[in-house]
């Protein structure tokens, strides 16, 4: 059973629609987190939660929104979508925050293609 | 400025053989490094991961050799099989940052029958 449950797996959006990439983790973990992988990049930090709040945020754009309705969930708002935009975000969840050492788990990604 | 490389980008090995995999770094605020196995459609996942404070952590027959002075670590995986055919993610973190982790591009490894 997948622990950390993303949804929609694939996403195909129009150049400047808005999507919200869905996540959910049942792993009881106190923090969440939004990487994304592209082609022409490494995996990338984007976001860190952590008890619901944002402990840090490495994305220029503000186009990208975290929204956390619950403690388990960590959606991802995207806003005025660009091609640039293409990748696959990975939610990922771990127990504690600023704890040493500390083990990230990952979802399965959303793929998003933009047109 | 990449922070953390890994090298070759792709690696071949016959099934049986030992696969060595590459990474470097630049911080040296970094001091927990994971590897990461990702499968094609799939999130990456936890293979093994090692400390500044220790120069080698063994898990069956996943290695990590770690060379703090260098700034070099080193995956090794003995006795590859076909099912070890995914790519290979070296990540790094400084101890303060939490879970933030900053990846290597990658090495695809391909282990042939």
């Known amino acids: 059973d997948p622990k950390i449950i993303q949804k929609p797996k694939y996403l195909v959006a129009v150049t400047g629609s808005e999507k919200i990439l869905i996540c959910e983790q049942y792993?009881?973990?106190?923090?969440m987190y939004w990487y994304r992988q592209s082609a022409k990049k490494p995996l990338e930090f984007m976001f860190s939660?952590?008890?619901?709040?944002?402990?840090d945020n490495q994305t220029a754009s503000s186009r990208f929104q975290p929204q956390s309705s619950k403690k388990n969930h960590l959606d991802l708002q995207i806003t005025a979508l660009k091609p640039d935009d293409s990748a696959t975000y990975f939610c990922?969840?771990?127990?504690?925050?600023?704890?040493?050492?500390?083990?990230?788990?990952f979802g399965k990604g959303t793929r998003l293609t933009v047109v | 400025q990449q922070q953390v490389r890994q090298s070759p980008q792709s690696l071949t090995v016959w099934e049986g053989e030992t696969a060595i995999l590459n990474c470097s770094y630049e911080?040296?605020?970094?001091?927990?490094f994971p590897w990461y196995q990702q499968f094609p459609g799939e999130g990456p996942a936890l293979l093994i991961s090692i400390s500044s404070v220790s120069d080698k952590k063994e898990d069956g027959r996943f290695t990590i050799f770690f060379n703090k002075r260098e700034k070099k670590l080193s995956l090794h995986i003995t006795d590859s099989q076909p099912g070890d055919s995914a790519t290979y993610f070296c990540a790094a973190s400084p101890n303060n940052a939490g879970a933030k982790l900053t990846f290597g591009g990658g090495t695809r490894l391909t282990v042939r029958p």
């Open positions: 939660y952590s008890y619901q709040k944002l402990m």
């Open positions: 911080d040296s605020t970094f001091n927990y």
């Open positions: 990922a969840s771990s127990q504690s925050p600023g704890t040493q050492n500390t083990e990230v788990f």
């Open positions: 792993l009881g973990h106190n923090a």
